[in-house]
Structures are given as structure tokens and as C-alpha cells.
């Protein structure tokens, strides 16, 4: 069955550092989204992405935050400079326009 | 804007029973889908079902249902012959427009009802 798959499952970076948190959606799939998560708390909306550009994104999402789909395969979110705060679960899910959408398995980001 | 409301934080049923966990929703949008997804402690999102604002019936897929009460403004989900693997986080969600527009139509989560499933 097919799946969404981020890389790396765990990811520990110092404050200040910029991390890339990798994505392969599912491949016929046209929609894209990043979620976070943090512990112990609801998911939230990061950025939708679309015909290869930002639908739309939440305040969360700030400058320090970035998306790309650099190829046919991959999608990235960039967080240039993290923050304690940061911290969290990220989810990348797909979906190729039915309502639902697929999650991958989450990268945990610790920002030490 | 969309909300969803789940006041359960926590929520015991023995095995076999049947349990129902609690959604309601706010929008003004006519058009929107209703999500249920699950959680266990290995973190990952599992999609268990969903319903459309216009579908005249309720969701059904295999022990999982939807009891869609439109008026009410209600989605809960019911689990029956529970079992020891259903013991996680359930996450109710609403996504406006439950058709392909050509847009991205973001998901907003409830806070979650976390199940333990007891002998």
C-alpha cells in the first residue's frame, strides 16, 4: 500500500541551527501539507502546498519557515534558524484531492 | 473560522464493549468533511474514517461509524468489540470543502481523546 515517508524519524539540533525535514508523498497524490505536533498537544496546520506553490499557511508559519518541492518526489519544510519552541513532532501528509489525507509516520525535531 | 471540540480527554471501555467518543464542530461553511484519525504511542496518523457535510448516511468502515448528527453539529465515532490495539489517541478533525477545487483544504484537530482498552 502506499505511504507518505519523512526522514529522518528523529532529529536533534542545536538552537539557532537550520534543519530540512524530508517528504515523499504518496506519487499520484497533488496535495500537500506540514502539521506539528507538540507533546501532549493537538496537531496543528503549518502550510498547504499546491501546482507548486503555498495555498495556504497559518500564523505559525512565519519567515522562518520554508517549503520546497524541489523535484517530482520530494517534499521539504526548512526552518531556518530554530527555536526552543520548535520542538515538536512534524507531520507531512497527502492527499490527491479526495478529503482525505494521508499522513507520514512524523519526524521528531528536539532543538537543544 | 472552523472549530472542533472534544471534551473527553480520557476514556476507559473493557474489551468487546463498544465505546463512543465525542466530536462536535463549529462552521458557518455548508461544505466541509468530518475525520477521525488515530494515534497510538508510536506516534504516526492513522486515517479511520470520514464524512462528508452532504452525505445522507453515516460513515461506516468495519468496527469504525461516524454517528453524523448535523443538527446537533455532532461527529462522534464509535468503536465496537473493542480490542486491546484500539488503545490510543483519537483525533477528531474538519476540513472545509468536501470536494477537489483545486485548493488545498487544511485540517483542524480537536484535542484529542486518548482510549485505554482494559481486560
Known amino acids: 500500500e502506499p505511504e507518505v515517508t519523512q526522514t529522518p524519524s528523529h532529529q536533534v539540533t542545536q538552537m539557532g541551527q537550520e534543519v530540512i525535514l524530508r517528504c515523499v508523498p504518496i506519487?499520484?497524490?497533488?496535495?500537500f501539507y506540514w502539521y506539528r505536533q507538540i507533546l501532549g498537544q493537538k496537531v496543528e496546520f503549518l502550510v498547504s502546498?499546491?501546482?507548486?506553490?503555498?495555498?495556504?499557511k497559518s500564523e505559525i508559519f512565519d519567515d522562518q519557515f520554508s517549503v520546497e518541492r524541489p523535484d517530482g518526489s520530494n517534499f521539504t519544510l526548512k526552518i531556518r534558524s530554530t527555536k526552543l519552541e520548535d520542538s515538536a513532532m512534524y507531520f507531512c501528509a497527502s492527499s490527491d484531492g479526495v478529503p482525505e489525507a494521508f499522513f507520514g509516520q512524523g519526524t521528531r525535531l528536539t532543538v537543544v | 473560522a472552523q472549530k472542533i471540540t472534544q471534551t473527553q480527554p480520557g476514556m476507559f471501555v473493557q474489551e468487546k464493549e463498544a465505546v463512543t467518543l465525542d466530536c462536535t464542530y463549529d462552521?458557518?461553511?455548508?461544505?466541509?468533511?468530518l475525520f477521525w484519525y488515530k494515534q497510538p504511542s508510536s506516534g504516526e496518523m492513522i486515517f479511520l474514517i470520514y464524512q462528508g457535510s452532504y452525505d445522507q448516511q453515516n460513515a461506516t468502515e468495519g468496527r469504525y461509524s461516524l454517528n453524523f448528527q448535523k443538527a446537533r453539529k455532532s461527529a462522534n465515532l464509535v468503536i465496537s468489540a473493542s480490542q486491546l490495539g484500539d488503545s490510543a489517541m483519537y483525533f477528531c478533525?474538519?476540513?472545509?470543502?468536501?470536494?477537489?477545487?483545486?485548493?488545498?483544504?487544511?485540517?483542524?484537530f480537536g484535542t484529542g481523546t486518548r482510549l485505554q482498552v482494559t481486560l
Open positions: 502546498f499546491y501546482n507548486n506553490e503555498i495555498s495556504e
Open positions: 478533525a474538519m476540513s472545509l470543502r468536501t470536494i477537489n477545487t483545486g485548493t488545498a483544504s487544511k485540517l483542524t
Open positions: 462552521t458557518s461553511d455548508p461544505s466541509y468533511g
Open positions: 506519487s499520484n497524490h497533488l496535495y
